[in-house]
Structure formats: C-alpha cells, structure tokens
C-alpha cells in the first residue's frame, strides 16, 4: 500500500520568511496529493491540493509543487505570518488516503 | 458547501460504557465517509471506512466488534465506541468526500472522548 513520508517534523521560521515543507509517497498510481492545516484540537482544513496532470499550483502565498517521476511534492508558504504556526499534513490516495506523519510549523515574531 | 458535522465535540464517561458519535454531511451527499483516530501530537490514522448501505472496511488491527460503525444514509455514519476502556480515549474525527478518488476529504470537528 501507500507510504507517505514528510519532513522536517518541526520547522521553525522568522515571520516573513518562506517555509517548505516536502513529501515522499511510494505508490505510482496515486494522482491526488492534498495539503492540510491542523490547528491545536480542531480539524484539519485543506489548505491547497494538485493532482498528477500539473506540475505547480499557487494560491496566493500558498504553492504545491509535484515530481511525478521522483514521487515527492512539497509544500511552500511565502511571507509567513504568526496565523500560519500549526501542523501540516500531506497526504496521497492510494488505495486509501494516507496521511503524512505531519510537520509542525513555528512562525517567531 | 461540503460542511461535514461531527457530533459530539467532548465526552467524558466511565469505562464499560458504549459510546456513539454521528458525523454528517450537511450539504452533500457522501457515499463513503471514513474514521480516524488522532493520538496527541500525532498523524491521522484510518480506522475504518464507511460505505453507505454495505459494511465498513476496517484497517488491518481495527476490532470490527469494539468500533461498531453504521453508515444508513448517504448523509449519515455512526462510530459506536463499545465497552469502552482508558486506552480507548482519543480524538476521533470523521470525513467525507464526494464521489471519486480525486476528491479532497472534508472533516469533521472530531470528537476528544476521555475513558475515566
């Protein structure tokens, strides 16, 4: 089945920096790659997403980037704020979703 | 749109205790609806996947007798904790997609259940 790999576990970034985040996934036939946001004891909010057909995708201060051929993708936030401090969690379709072990995301004033 | 709801957000009960959680969708209609478990500091795990009108697929280690789950409507599935014990306690969220592999999961508020 499918694996998802993600690191760093924690980052730590000063406010206006960029953070990046990457994944690794094992299963060549998975296609659906999304990003989501967890903030202390509330639910994880899909914060971007990209399937195989595309390379790149940006939102705003919000980019993913996809390596079908390398199976990795990462997350990338530009210009972070202090609202952006929570875990990030990617995650791959496989057979079933599975879920990245998580980044945790620091943002210093 | 694709609002899932997950009812209720706390529980605290004794052990031996059943417990039962809801998750909706509110404005979708979800064929399949799936279970976590979310251990402190820790990644999602799947549990179990709901299929509206069929029996759950439960993950490899998941008791099918210990986590009851019904899903009998396209809106509606339900996680029944039985007999519950102090290792039970979690943080137990639910999702829902629309049809399709390609298709983003939409979560519930989870459910923090503490086994005294």
């Known amino acids: 089945g499918e694996n998802v790999e993600q690191h760093p576990s924690t980052l730590s970034v000063q406010e206006g920096d960029s953070a990046v985040i990457k994944c690794t996934y094992s299963d060549s036939a998975s296609n659906y790659f999304p990003w989501y946001k967890q903030e202390l004891g509330k639910r994880p909010q899909l914060i971007i997403d990209i399937r195989s057909n595309v390379g790149e995708k940006k939102d705003q201060r919000i980019a993913v980037t996809l390596n079908k051929t390398a199976k990795h993708f990462s997350l990338h936030i530009t210009e972070t704020q202090p609202e952006d401090s929570a875990v990030y969690f990617c995650a791959a379709n496989g057979q079933n979703f599975v879920f990245g072990p998580g980044t945790r995301l620091s943002v210093l004033p | 749109g694709a609002v899932v709801s997950q009812h209720p957000s706390w529980v605290i009960c004794k052990s031996g205790t059943s417990v039962k959680i809801e998750c909706r969708s509110l404005?979708?209609?979800?064929?399949?609806m799936f279970w976590y478990r979310q251990f402190p500091k820790q990644s999602l795990m799947l549990m179990a996947t709901s299929n509206e009108g069929s029996k759950a697929t439960y993950e490899q280690g998941v008791e099918k007798d210990k986590f009851l789950i019904n899903h009998a409507s396209l809106t509606l599935s339900t996680l029944t904790v039985t007999s519950a014990h102090p290792e039970d306690s979690s943080f137990y969220i639910c999702?829902?997609?629309?049809?399709?592999?390609?298709?983003?999961?939409?979560f519930g508020d989870g459910t923090r259940l503490s086994i005294l």
């Open positions: 404005d979708f209609q979800a064929t399949t």
């Open positions: 999702s829902a997609s629309f049809t399709g592999r390609n298709q983003p999961q939409h």
